[in-house]
């Protein structure tokens, strides 16, 4: 690798630290004083950054909470990006999802989805967390359906597999990330979602199998 990809892959480290530990501090003092009471100059202290610094990541205290939301949907897409193209939309779809929190949620990362889940606990008592999160998970289903559309080399105007696919994999995501934040049990989530796509295989080959003719 030249000098320049050294350098450039040592900027997005250090911007990528940058905004987790700002949205890290956002949201430790989302959870000690709420949302109505935390102010930038806070965030920007308890990271240890400027105000300036704040500015250049994220425009709103609600963006930079979300800030570690986002950046699972991105490195979600990415994963998805990388499967095989052998491999059908929507397996394709729950194969990422199995690479995704592999990485960013396996091992010694595991501590960090009981944040998440505290996270999406606090979405029912402030409205403006859930709308920020609705807007990122509806850009990251459009990402989705684009991947997919390259996949298949197809128009996503004009075929409606992409969007099939994503609606069908994000739906049963979202089912597993609410029945989750409704539970008591912050570690549940990988089975939740095991659970949600197997009950779909099962659907549709009960489906199938009362479609085919006798």
């Known amino acids: 690798m030249s000098d320049d990809g050294v350098d450039l892959d040592g900027r997005r480290l250090r911007t990528r630290r940058s905004r987790e530990a700002l949205s890290r ?65 929507l397996l394709a779809y729950r194969n990422a999802v199995h690479d995704w929190f592999a990485v960013e949620y396996g091992g010694e990362r595991a501590a960090l989805l009981a944040r998440r889940w505290t996270l999406f606990q606090r979405f029912e008592d402030e409205p403006d967390l859930f709308a920020g999160y609705q807007r990122i998970r509806i850009e990251g289903q459009r990402e989705s359906v684009r991947i997919i559309a390259a996949r298949l080399d197809v128009d996503p105007e004009r075929d409606v597999r992409p969007a099939t696919a994503v609606a069908a994999g994000a739906g049963l995501l979202i089912s597993a990330l609410q029945t989750w934040a409704a539970g008591d049990d912050p570690s549940a989530l990988p089975d939740l979602i095991e659970d949600y796509f197997a009950t779909l295989v099962a659907l549709t080959t009960e489906f199938r199998t009362e479609e085919s003719p006798s």
């Open 25 to 89: 501090a956002a949201f430790d003092l989302l959870t000690e004083r709420g949302l109505g009471a935390v102010a930038v100059e806070d965030i920007a202290v308890r990271a240890g950054v400027t105000r300036r610094t704040f500015s250049r990541h994220f425009t709103s205290i609600a963006e930079a909470i979300l800030g570690d939301v986002d950046q699972d949907v991105h490195l979600f897409n990415e994963a998805l990006c990388r499967r095989p193209l052998h491999e059908s939309p």
